[in-house]
């Protein structure tokens, strides 16, 4: 703060003034733990996959789903393959152990379109 002084009425009088500045606003903590996932969601999800290439389409899974902000939301291979590098065999070997595991639900409608549902 800046100290001034005005004079006012023949008298010399101290005035602070205060520098207008924007604060931001903090984000808002989580109650509960997150990285990347809710800890719990990862908890289950891990006892379902085999191998690191499984968890990491897992996890872009649930980002997918957050992302598309929908219970149903497709899964394309090209996003997959430039996000991270993963084949599609990898997401289809993942999306058929995760069906089998009740983990997820898969919506096949024809040939091309798919589509998938957290369980």
């Known amino acids: 703060m800046a100290v001034e002084y005005v004079i006012r009425n023949g008298r010399r ?3 602070e003034t205060l520098e207008s500045r924007v604060v931001p606003k903090r984000r808002q903590q989580r109650a509960d733990p ?6 719990e969601w990862l908890k289950h999800i891990l006892t379902a996959v085999k191998t690191k290439e499984q968890l990491a389409v897992a996890i872009w899974l649930h980002r ?12 394309p291979n090209d996003a997959l393959g430039k996000d991270l590098g993963l084949s599609r065999k990898v997401k289809y070997q993942l ?16 040939k091309h379109i798919l589509q998938v549902r957290f369980l």
Do not use: M
């Open 64 to 75: 997918r789903q957050a992302v598309c902000r929908s219970d149903l939301f497709t899964v």
């Open 13 to 15: 009088i101290e005035v």
């Open 95 to 110: 999306l058929r152990h995760l069906e089998t595991a009740k983990v997820i639900a898969v919506v096949r409608n024809g």
């Open 34 to 39: 997150y990285i990347g996932c809710p800890l």
